[in-house]
Nanobody
Framework: QVQLVESGGGLVQAGGSLRLSCAAS????????MGWFRQAPGKEREFVAA????????AYDDSVKGRFTISRGNAKNTVFLQMNSLKPEDTAVYYC????????????????????WGQGTQVTVSS
Protein backbone atom coordinates (compact mmCIF):
# COMPACT_ATOMS: atom_id res chain seq x y z
CA GLN A 1 0.00 0.00 0.00
CA VAL A 2 1.33 3.42 -0.93
CA GLN A 3 1.27 6.46 1.40
CA LEU A 4 1.00 9.92 -0.16
CA VAL A 5 1.92 13.26 1.41
CA GLU A 6 1.25 16.54 -0.38
CA SER A 7 3.06 19.81 0.20
CA GLY A 8 3.53 23.20 -1.41
CA GLY A 9 0.10 24.73 -0.99
CA GLY A 10 -0.44 28.24 0.28
CA LEU A 11 -1.88 31.69 -0.40
CA VAL A 12 -1.02 33.41 -3.67
CA GLN A 13 -2.37 36.36 -5.63
CA ALA A 14 -4.17 35.87 -8.92
CA GLY A 15 -1.67 35.46 -11.72
CA GLY A 16 0.89 33.90 -9.42
CA SER A 17 2.38 30.41 -9.32
CA LEU A 18 2.70 27.50 -6.93
CA ARG A 19 4.36 24.13 -7.20
CA LEU A 20 2.74 21.22 -5.41
CA SER A 21 4.66 18.09 -4.51
CA CYS A 22 3.43 14.64 -3.54
CA ALA A 23 5.88 12.25 -1.90
CA ALA A 24 5.05 8.55 -2.10
CA SER A 25 6.30 5.80 0.17
CA UNK A 26 5.54 2.21 1.06
CA UNK A 27 5.41 0.81 -2.46
CA UNK A 28 7.21 0.79 -5.80
CA UNK A 29 6.44 4.26 -7.11
CA UNK A 30 6.97 3.37 -10.75
CA UNK A 31 4.17 0.79 -10.49
CA UNK A 32 1.58 3.54 -10.12
CA UNK A 33 -0.01 6.09 -12.34
CA MET A 34 -0.32 9.36 -10.41
CA GLY A 35 -2.79 12.20 -10.47
CA TRP A 36 -4.08 15.38 -8.87
CA PHE A 37 -7.63 16.22 -7.89
CA ARG A 38 -9.12 19.24 -6.15
CA GLN A 39 -12.16 20.04 -4.08
CA ALA A 40 -13.49 23.55 -3.61
CA PRO A 41 -15.85 24.44 -0.73
CA GLY A 42 -19.34 23.15 -1.41
CA LYS A 43 -18.27 21.28 -4.54
CA GLU A 44 -17.40 17.71 -5.40
CA ARG A 45 -13.84 16.57 -5.86
CA GLU A 46 -12.75 16.97 -9.49
CA PHE A 47 -9.96 15.70 -11.71
CA VAL A 48 -7.09 18.09 -12.42
CA ALA A 49 -4.22 16.17 -14.05
CA ALA A 50 -2.71 12.69 -14.31
CA UNK A 51 0.47 11.04 -15.52
CA UNK A 52 1.21 7.41 -16.33
CA UNK A 53 3.93 5.35 -14.67
CA UNK A 54 6.65 6.39 -17.12
CA UNK A 55 5.24 9.78 -18.10
CA UNK A 56 4.22 8.62 -21.53
CA UNK A 57 0.58 9.57 -21.06
CA UNK A 58 -0.59 12.82 -19.51
CA ALA A 59 -4.06 14.29 -19.22
CA TYR A 60 -5.44 17.59 -17.95
CA ASP A 61 -8.87 18.93 -17.23
CA ASP A 62 -9.80 21.62 -19.72
CA SER A 63 -9.94 24.23 -16.95
CA VAL A 64 -6.19 23.95 -16.30
CA LYS A 65 -4.76 23.14 -19.75
CA GLY A 66 -1.97 25.52 -20.68
CA ARG A 67 -1.57 26.71 -17.08
CA PHE A 68 -0.76 23.58 -15.05
CA THR A 69 1.96 21.00 -15.71
CA ILE A 70 2.19 17.57 -14.10
CA SER A 71 5.50 15.73 -13.90
CA ARG A 72 7.07 12.94 -11.92
CA GLY A 73 10.49 11.95 -10.67
CA ASN A 74 10.54 8.21 -10.24
CA ALA A 75 13.99 8.31 -8.69
CA LYS A 76 12.63 10.53 -5.89
CA ASN A 77 9.17 8.94 -5.64
CA THR A 78 7.57 12.31 -6.18
CA VAL A 79 4.92 13.78 -8.46
CA PHE A 80 4.65 17.53 -9.04
CA LEU A 81 2.00 19.95 -10.16
CA GLN A 82 3.33 23.28 -11.43
CA MET A 83 0.51 25.79 -11.37
CA ASN A 84 0.92 29.07 -13.26
CA SER A 85 -1.43 31.95 -14.00
CA LEU A 86 -3.53 31.01 -11.00
CA LYS A 87 -7.11 32.23 -10.78
CA PRO A 88 -9.42 32.62 -7.76
CA GLU A 89 -11.48 29.71 -9.08
CA ASP A 90 -8.43 27.47 -8.60
CA THR A 91 -8.91 27.82 -4.84
CA ALA A 92 -9.40 24.35 -3.40
CA VAL A 93 -7.85 21.55 -1.41
CA TYR A 94 -5.58 19.66 -3.79
CA TYR A 95 -5.23 15.90 -3.40
CA CYS A 96 -2.64 13.56 -4.80
CA UNK A 97 -3.78 10.15 -6.00
CA UNK A 98 -2.16 6.88 -7.01
CA UNK A 99 -3.53 3.97 -9.00
CA UNK A 100 -2.04 0.69 -10.12
CA UNK A 101 -4.94 -0.95 -11.96
CA UNK A 102 -3.52 0.23 -15.28
CA UNK A 103 -0.39 2.28 -14.55
CA UNK A 104 0.33 2.81 -18.24
CA UNK A 105 -2.88 4.80 -18.65
CA UNK A 106 -4.60 7.74 -16.96
CA UNK A 107 -8.27 7.16 -17.78
CA UNK A 108 -9.15 6.04 -14.26
CA UNK A 109 -8.23 9.49 -12.96
CA UNK A 110 -10.28 11.19 -15.67
CA UNK A 111 -13.26 9.16 -14.44
CA UNK A 112 -12.75 10.66 -11.00
CA UNK A 113 -11.25 7.96 -8.85
CA UNK A 114 -8.08 6.09 -7.91
CA UNK A 115 -6.87 3.54 -5.40
CA UNK A 116 -5.07 5.76 -2.90
CA TRP A 117 -5.37 9.38 -1.75
CA GLY A 118 -3.24 11.83 0.16
CA GLN A 119 -4.56 14.14 2.90
CA GLY A 120 -4.58 17.23 0.70
CA THR A 121 -2.97 20.65 0.69
CA GLN A 122 -4.86 23.96 0.64
CA VAL A 123 -4.38 26.35 -2.27
CA THR A 124 -5.94 29.80 -1.94
CA VAL A 125 -5.82 32.33 -4.77
CA SER A 126 -6.78 35.88 -3.88
CA SER A 127 -8.19 38.32 -6.42
Amino acid sequence: QVQLVESGGGLVQAGGSLRLSCAASGATFSSYAMGWFRQAPGKEREFVAAISRNGGRIAYDDSVKGRFTISRGNAKNTVFLQMNSLKPEDTAVYYCGADRKDPGDVQVFQKGYCDYWGQGTQVTVSS
